[in-house]
C-alpha cells in the first residue's frame, strides 16, 4: 500500500515537514489543524468559538481534497489550552456530526499549543 500526500490552498499550508494529510489505502490521517484562515494567513485568536469553527472548516477542505467526509471520519483529537474552553469548542465541533455517526475521540488540556492558539483538532478517516 502507497501513501498519498494530500495538499489543498483551501487549508493552512504546512509551516514544517509535515503535510496537511496523508492517505494510505482507504484511510485518511490529518495533521493538527489551528485557525489559520488559508485566503489570508490570518490567525484568529482571543474567541475560542471563531477559532473552533475555523480549525472545523479547515479540516473539511483536507477531507474535500482527499475525497472524504465527515462521516469517514473514525477517530479525532482535540487539544485544548484550557479545559474551561470544553463546552464551547464541544458545541461547535458537534455541528459537524450527528451522534449516530460521531467518530471515537479524546479532547485533552495540553501546556501549550503551536502560535498560542487555544484548540487544535487532528482526525482519522476510513471509508468503507
Given at each position: 500500500?502507497?501513501?498519498?500526500?494530500?495538499?489543498?490552498?483551501?487549508?493552512?499550508?504546512?509551516?514544517?515537514?509535515?503535510?496537511?494529510?496523508?492517505?494510505?489505502?482507504?484511510?485518511?490521517?490529518?495533521?493538527?489543524?489551528?485557525?489559520?484562515?488559508?485566503?489570508?494567513?490570518?490567525?484568529?485568536?482571543?474567541?475560542?468559538?471563531?477559532?473552533?469553527?475555523?480549525?472545523?472548516?479547515?479540516?473539511?477542505?483536507?477531507?474535500?481534497?482527499?475525497?472524504?467526509?465527515?462521516?469517514?471520519?473514525?477517530?479525532?483529537?482535540?487539544?485544548?489550552?484550557?479545559?474551561?474552553?470544553?463546552?464551547?469548542?464541544?458545541?461547535?465541533?458537534?455541528?459537524?456530526?450527528?451522534?449516530?455517526?460521531?467518530?471515537a475521540r479524546e479532547c485533552v488540556?495540553?501546556?501549550?499549543?503551536?502560535?498560542?492558539?487555544?484548540?487544535?483538532?487532528?482526525?482519522?478517516?476510513?471509508?468503507?
Amino acid at each position: 500500500m502507497s501513501k498519498k500526500i494530500i495538499f489543498t490552498e483551501k487549508a493552512p499550508a504546512p509551516i514544517g515537514p509535515y503535510n496537511q494529510a496523508v492517505s494510505v489505502g482507504n484511510m485518511l490521517f490529518t495533521s493538527g489543524q489551528i485557525a489559520i484562515v488559508p485566503a489570508t494567513g490570518e490567525l484568529i485568536t482571543g474567541d475560542v468559538e471563531r477559532e473552533a469553527k475555523q480549525v472545523m472548516e479547515n479540516i473539511a477542505s483536507v477531507l474535500e481534497a482527499a475525497n472524504f467526509a465527515f462521516t469517514d471520519i473514525a477517530k479525532a483529537s482535540i487539544f485544548l489550552k484550557s479545559m474551561d474552553d470544553f463546552g464551547k469548542v464541544n458545541a461547535i465541533y458537534g455541528e459537524y456530526f450527528e451522534n449516530s455517526t460521531a467518530p471515537a475521540r479524546e479532547c485533552v488540556e495540553v501546556a501549550r499549543l503551536p502560535k498560542d492558539v487555544s484548540v487544535e483538532i487532528s482526525v482519522i478517516a476510513i471509508k468503507s
